[in-house]
């Protein structure tokens, strides 16, 4: 009978909280609390200690814990009884998947409040990379960091790795002497350089946001509470480019309630960093690609800052919901940016989004373009598509436009508050948005709402941004092209917004003379700016513009922001003399990319 019990228990569980990307069995047994001992070895390349968790049993029978892991050397496992003993527990790997990982199962003889797992990493941890002193910006130390999003905490924790639970946690993290850990976590920003360092996070977040970076690193406050983590080299620069960081704190806050985390700062990683930034809490990780030297790319810094309402806050129950995490985020990004910089370029970033997000459902499975995905038995990175971000922010803005900001504006705000600190996923927000915005289906009807979710590309309810500005390039272009004369294009007024935008219709209009023209006039392969650099480069390869290359090659090996180099490579893969060329230029690159950068640019070109 009891074994019934449970099978049925397992089953209404596994129904009523399944994440497809963990192994864990978080509804029969979670881990409130979580506690780290952990020793960076440079060297080896490797982090080795232990983990102690917490356990909160949810089911009188339940006798095993089963966690998610992914290239772990487990060396030893304990459990502590009620009554303080410490006992040998037997564990064992279940089979093991490419894009999951591997089940760590433990046995344990009665239901124990604590587990210690004593571990090390490996140097191919998908979550870390592992620099060394070369490949820094000072050239002096080497440097590690964590990137956990979406399924890599469980490359250097052994944890259940699903957005579905949240823990608290400590650390205390064992460094070379010179070096300064840092963690998304209550960090002293005047701590002592003396290899031994202690974190605490008080909040209740999900395993992707816990976060650790040691480096030659240097502190530099811009306000009260938000300041600069970085290489000495960056970090006047990155302070100065982001100094309206405790401004945009301010208009979020006012919008959607204070903001709940105590400090927020920022780091600046090395340019291999596979991504633009990371929400980690309180301590935001941040491609150098982003220190443009004019604050034309610190939308970027509003976004990972929305993110201390939109996911940190409210999270998305799986990387199906992306959106959830995503969409929202976008949303208050460009609401941020409208407040601290006006709605102009608010309505210029809005339409560069549009036109990403329509590149991309150009490419992508249909299936792939709803905002209510599958991603089952794939790799949940793959949902970093334009679909969660541009499409979810589209449709927030839609209902924003029915209802008004009036009334927009207080519901999201109560939607942060009522939801803090619990995950998220559609359905629940539906019901919400039906009870407490939509109760009058004649403002928007369960149809319109539905098609936005559920159905693939942009809904019928769309509407476009539109902006004079970009119309106004857009006959530049074509007065410049009609004369074959570069004064008629007006750059002296054009803002990043406008190249990017001039930047992206060139492809489908202009001839290679041209594109020699453009690049004798404006130098744009040499372009400082990451973002018009890699548009421009783009272009230069859809038309066979040879010249760019060099330059592309130095990009190419410089940064490793996969948002950047993988369309890049895709690129270069599509013709046999590129294809050589590329294969020339990673070979250069790859050792100082990222493992995941690694392995997407390793399946484009077929390499090894
Ligand atoms: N949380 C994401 C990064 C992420 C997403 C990591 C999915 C792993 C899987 C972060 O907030 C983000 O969205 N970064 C963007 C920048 C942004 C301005 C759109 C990026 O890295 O490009
Ligand atoms: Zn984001």
Redesign the pocket.
């Known amino acids: 009978m009891r074994v019934v019990v449970l099978l049925l228990f397992i089953l209404a569980a596994k129904v009523q909280a399944a994440d497809p990307h963990s192994f864990s069995n978080f509804a029969l047994v979670s881990h409130p609390q979580l506690s780290l001992d952990l020793t960076a070895d440079f060297d080896k390349q490797q982090l080795s200690g232990f983990v102690e968790l917490q356990l909160d049993w949810h089911h009188p029978d339940v006798r095993e814990l089963i966690l998610d892991s992914r290239d772990l050397s487990i060396e030893n496992v304990m459990g502590q009884s009620a009554n303080g003993k410490w006992v040998k527990l037997s564990h064992s790997f279940g089979d093991k998947s490419s894009t999951h990982g591997q089940a760590l199962r433990i046995e344990f003889p009665e239901q124990f409040p604590k587990v210690r797992i004593y571990y090390h990493t490996s140097p191919q941890a998908s979550g870390l990379q592992w620099l060394t002193k070369e490949q820094t910006s000072e050239k002096q130390q080497p440097f590690m960091y964590s990137?956990s999003?979406?399924i890599h905490a469980r490359s250097w924790i052994p944890l259940q790795d699903t957005p579905a639970v949240r823990l608290n946690y400590q650390a205390r993290i064992h460094t070379p002497k010179e070096l300064l850990a840092v963690m998304g976590a209550d960090n002293s920003a005047n701590t002592d350089k003396d290899g031994d360092y202690f974190f605490r996070m008080p909040q209740a977040i999900p395993a992707?946001l816990i976060a650790l970076a040691i480096g030659d690193l240097e502190f530099k406050a811009m306000s009260e509470r938000t300041g600069v983590y970085a290489e000495k080299v960056w970090l006047d620069k990155a302070v100065a480019e982001f100094s309206d960081t405790e401004q945009m704190m301010q208009v979020a806050s006012s919008l959607y309630g204070d903001y709940p985390w105590g400090r927020y700062d920022l780091l600046i990683l090395p340019a291999s960093f596979p991504?633009?930034?990371?929400?980690n809490p309180r301590l935001s990780f941040i491609?150098p690609t982003v220190i443009a030297g004019d604050k034309s790319l610190v939308?970027?810094i509003a976004?990972?800052l929305a993110?201390s309402w939109s996911?940190n806050l409210v999270t998305n129950a799986s990387w199906h919901e992306?959106w959830l995490?995503?969409g929202f985020?976008?949303y208050v990004?460009n609401r941020i940016m409208e407040q601290v910089y006006g709605p102009e370029r608010a309505l210029l970033e809005r339409q560069l989004s549009v036109q990403d997000l329509e590149n991309d459902l150009d490419q992508l499975d249909p299936k792939d373009t709803l905002l209510v995905t599958d991603y089952t038995g794939r790799d949940?990175?793959d949902?970093?598509t334009q679909v969660p971000?541009v499409k979810g922010m589209l449709f927030l803005q839609f209902l924003e436009q029915r209802v008004g900001r009036a009334a927009f504006d207080p519901f999201l705000k109560n939607y942060f508050q009522t939801f803090a600190f619990q995950t998220m996923d559609t359905e629940k927000f539906l019901r919400y948005l039906r009870k407490t915005l939509l109760n009058d289906p004649d403002i928007v009807s369960m149809g319109e709402i539905l098609e936005w979710l559920y159905q693939p590309a942009l809904a019928s309810t769309f509407v476009a941004p539109v902006s004079d500005a970009f119309a106004q390039v857009d006959q530049q272009r074509a007065l410049w092209q009609k004369s074959g004369k570069l004064t008629d294009l007006q750059t002296n007024s054009w803002t990043i917004h406008h190249w990017l935008h001039f930047i992206g219709q060139l492809a489908a209009t202009v001839d290679i003379a041209q594109l020699q023209q453009l690049d004798q006039g404006f130098g744009l392969s040499q372009s400082q700016n990451a973002e018009v650099a890699a548009a421009w480069f783009k272009v230069a390869l859809a038309k066979n513009y040879t010249q760019a290359q060099p330059a592309l090659q130095q990009f190419l090996v410089r940064v490793g922001?996969?948002?950047f180099v993988v369309p890049l490579y895709q690129q270069l893969s599509q013709s046999p003399e590129t294809l050589g060329w590329a294969k020339a230029v990673y070979q250069q690159a790859r050792a100082g990319y990222h493992p995941l950068t690694q392995s997407a640019v390793d399946k484009v070109l077929k390499f090894n």
């Open positions: 990137q999003q979406s992707y991504f633009g930034g990371m929400e491609t939308s970027l976004h990972e993110h996911g992306l995490n995503e985020t976008n990004e949940p990175d949902a970093f971000y922001r996969r948002k």
